[in-house]
Structure formats: C-alpha cells, structure tokens
C-alpha cells in the first residue's frame, strides 16, 4: 500500500509529540493543568441543548439535509449578521452553512486554486488555512505576522509577481494562535489589494463573541466592497460552547459560495437537522449570554496575565480570542524545547508557537479553557519553577 504524499502536508507532528508527552506524565502521576487545544470547557446554552433534544426525538429529521443548510437556519444566520454586524445578507444566496468552519477552510481551495496556483496564508496561523492549499495541490506564500505591526500582514511586502498569481488570501481576527484584533482601515486596505490583484479574501471569524472590555470584533463584510471580492467563515463553536456538535458558515461573495456548495455537494448532504436547529436556536439567542460567556473568558485573562505579568513574564493581555500568546524565555532555543520543559516541570501544558509556523517559534499559547482556580494553580506552580524574566 503505498500512502500519497500529500500526506506528509497534512499534519503537524508537534500537536501529537505534545500529547504523548502529556499522556507519558500523567501516567507517571504528574497532575496536569491542560491549557493547549482550544476546545470550550462549559456547555452551551440550556435553550440550545432543548432545541437538540427536539430536534433529535423527532424522526422526520433523519432524512439528507441539503447542503446548503435549512432555510430557516439561513435565515437566522442572515438576521444574526445584521443585527451584530450591520450587514445585510441573502439568506438564499450569500449564506451557505458549513460542517464547522473548518469544512469551509479546508475546501475553499479545492474550488478556487488549480494546480500549483498561489495562497497567502498567515505565518503564523491556524493549520487548516496551509494544509487546505496542500490538499488543493497549491502553493502557499507565507505572510509573516510580526507584534511590531500588531500581528497584521504587511500588504506591501508582498512581491508584485506573487501578488499578480495569487488566488486566495486567508484573514484571521481575532487571531487564533496570537489574538490579536483588526481595524476597519486594515481591511480597507485589504479590499483594495485584492481588488487590485483580482484576489479572493477569506476572513475567518471563529472568535467573533469572544471580546472583552467592550471590545467587538467586526465583520470583513461591513468593509465597503468586501463582498465583491471576499467571504467569511462565521462559527458557533465557540461562542456557543458547541464545538462537539459544532455548525459554521461562509457568507458574503456570491460566486465563491456558489463554487465552495458545488465541491461540497460532492462531499456531504447537509449537517443533521438537529444540529442545525441548536445553532439556530444559538444564534437567536439573548446577548446576554454571550456577554456573560465573554465575562468568563476576561476573567480568567485576567487571572493568567496579571499572574504571568507578576512573575516578570512580560505576556500582553489580549482584547479577544481565547488565547494568550506569551513570549518565550530568550534562553530557550524553541518554543517545543520551552513547552516540554514546561510540561515536565509543572504539568502545564500549552502549544509551541512553531505548530502554527516558523513566526510561531519565540511563542508558546495558552487556550483558557480551565476554571480561574486552575489558572491560579498554573501561575503558582510556574512561579516556583521559573524566573521568567523575557
Ligand atoms: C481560527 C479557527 N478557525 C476555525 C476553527 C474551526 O472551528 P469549527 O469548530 O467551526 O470547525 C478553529 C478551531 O479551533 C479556529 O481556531
């Protein structure tokens, strides 16, 4: 049996080393304190678990779904957009919902890039937006994400002749692994270059409703001239503690939906009705509860950077996301040298920064996805283990 060698693309060794290593001392009785996959911790809304329950008990929801989603469901996506967003969707033509939104990171490629054709991907960022343009058979031009320029690309490093075959450009904000945030002028500024260079843009907005004081992320789509030439990925996974029965969607561009549902009628028929009617249920939700979900996460930021900060690690306190990304010691060579030691000495586990690129490398991330009284137990522990002055 011989295994193609897109395969060798598709994953990134550390994540697993990281995890038997995890699995090695906890089986030596080392007790962990696991801050490294992003996955929530609470559950999700008690309406959202009722609309499941419904949903699953009635036997009429066991047939296909359709690919593009229950218009129902469209429809509440298309409301939610423009009562948090300020933009205006066609539910039956911009809205088109996904198996997550890594569904629609990972094959977005396959509908836009030909063989050997060009992606600017975020250098670092989240695996998926590199192993897509593999699995595609495209070739990828990394945009270095530097703190000096607030984890933005620089638009204007990017060579012309690069710029000129580019298909695809990947966006993230808030950023999944650095969190940081963009502006409308950045954006701007992205939708003039890739209309410029006739580009398609992709902003994935996973961590829309986790933003703290007062803070709120804003649409790619609320840019004038977005959705002539772009899409977001929009999903309920974690504003909605529902990542294990998890739904996202793209919207915006027209032509570009019409391309991802054609590759993805090929590939699946639709998410199970139940599903979809929890993230419609999510999505017509109250505020209220993503505020106080939002509460929680600026609760334990607070606990773990102002505990890192008063250890002398010199960590910035993010505005959004789930993430802190915290700067390694300048006496380690890596950032995988810096998490096992980490991991060996104290039990906290996080992710090196080189598993989302070579940017990555001087990083580790924390995911708070523990209670506040974990963090304090982390911090302490680092504490006695560590002089962590940067
Ligand atoms: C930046 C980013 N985008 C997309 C996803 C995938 O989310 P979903 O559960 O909607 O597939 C994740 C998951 O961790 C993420 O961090």
Not at 102 to 116: K, M
Request: charged share 20%.
């Amino acid at each position: 049996m011989e295994i193609a060698n897109r395969i060798a693309n598709l994953s990134t060794a550390i994540f697993s080393e990281m995890e038997e290593l995890r699995i090695e001392e906890e089986k030596k009785g080392t007790k962990m304190i696991n801050l490294s996959i992003g996955s929530p911790d609470l559950p999700p809304p008690p309406h959202v678990v009722q609309a499941l329950v419904e949903g699953v008990a009635d036997p009429s929801n066991y047939g296909y779904a359709l690919t593009k989603g229950m218009t129902e469901l469209r429809h509440s996506i298309s409301k939610y957009y423009l009562e948090r967003f300020n933009v205006v969707l066609d539910p039956e033509e911009e809205v088109l919902s996904l198996m997550g939104s890594q569904d629609g990171l990972a094959h977005i490629y396959l509908a836009f890039l030909n063989q050997g054709d060009w992606a600017l991907i975020p250098d670092p960022g989240y695996p998926i937006y590199s192993f897509g343009v593999h699995l595609a058979g495209g070739q990828i031009y990394f945009m270095p994400l530097y703190k000096e320029n607030s984890f933005l690309p620089d638009l204007t490093q990017i060579p012309k002749e690069i710029a000129l075959k580019a298909k695809i450009m990947m966006l993230n904000y808030p950023n999944n692994p650095n969190a940081a945030v963009a502006n409308e002028d950045f954006y701007q500024e992205v939708v003039e270059f890739a209309k410029k260079y006739n580009i398609l843009v992709c902003h994935d907005i996973a961590y829309a409703e986790l933003a703290f004081d007062g803070y709120k992320p804003i649409s790619f789509l609320s840019i004038p001239g977005a959705r002539d030439i772009g899409v977001e990925m929009y999903s309920v996974s974690k504003s909605f503690n529902m990542a294990g029965c998890r739904l996202g969607c793209i919207v915006g561009n027209r032509n570009a939906l019409k391309a991802l549902e054609t590759i993805k009628s090929n590939i699946d028929y639709g998410i199970f009705k139940p599903v979809q009617m929890a993230a419609k249920a999510a999505l017509e939700g109250s505020n209220e509860w993503t505020q106080q979900l939002a509460d929680v996460y600026a609760e334990r930021r607070d606990v773990l950077v102002d505990g890192l900060n008063s250890l002398g690690w010199d960590v910035d306190k993010p505005k959004a996301s789930m993430f802190v990304w915290a700067p390694i010691p300048n006496n380690y060579k890596s950032s995988k040298e810096f998490a096992v030691d980490l991991l060996k000495k104290t039990g906290v586990v996080v992710v090196p920064g080189s598993a989302f690129g070579i940017q990555g490398d001087r990083y580790v991330r924390f995911a708070l996805v523990c209670s506040k009284e974990k963090l304090q137990k982390a911090i302490a522990i680092i504490g006695k283990y560590y002089n962590l002055k940067v």
